[in-house]
């Protein structure tokens, strides 16, 4: 059974980067897609960031485009979310879901999050000065 787990989350002020993980193990993340959700307080959990496994596309929500970059390290069966100029309105916890998909070869940080079928524990972000 396939198992994520986030780490990297922290306090930082305004202006700061933070790298979060995402490691998985009990199976490989070959024909997944792997997203970044964020959920603050009172607010919907949403996409922020999404990588196809295999093929390393990628796309982003508006709201971080140019400030967040996703990766992926196959060795270590690990998805990064390297976030730069973090604002106050990023803090929220950050969660890594992932959903298989053999049939594609791209990604959309905007699809359903009924889809996804593993979900991480979340780590907290907070950007405050």
């Known amino acids: 059974q396939l198992q994520l787990v986030e780490s990297g989350g922290d306090l930082v002020q305004p202006g700061g980067s933070l790298r979060l993980s995402c490691v998985a193990s009990?199976?490989?993340?070959?024909?997944?897609?792997i997203t970044w959700f964020r959920q603050a307080p009172g607010e919907e959990r949403e996409g922020v960031s999404c990588i196809n496994y295999n093929t390393d596309a990628r796309n982003y929500a508006d709201s971080v485009w140019g400030r967040f970059t996703i990766s992926r390290d196959s060795a270590k069966n690990t998805v990064y979310l390297q976030m730069n100029s973090l604002k106050p309105e990023d803090t929220a916890i950050y969660y890594c879901?992932?959903?298989?998909?053999?049939?594609?070869?791209?990604?959309?940080?905007?699809?359903?999050?009924?889809?996804?079928?593993?979900w991480g524990q979340g780590t907290q972000v907070t950007v405050s000065s």
């Open positions: 009990g199976g490989t993340l070959d024909h997944y897609i």
């Open positions: 879901a992932a959903y298989l998909n053999p049939n594609t070869r791209i990604c959309l940080a905007d699809t359903d999050k009924g889809r996804y079928t593993h």
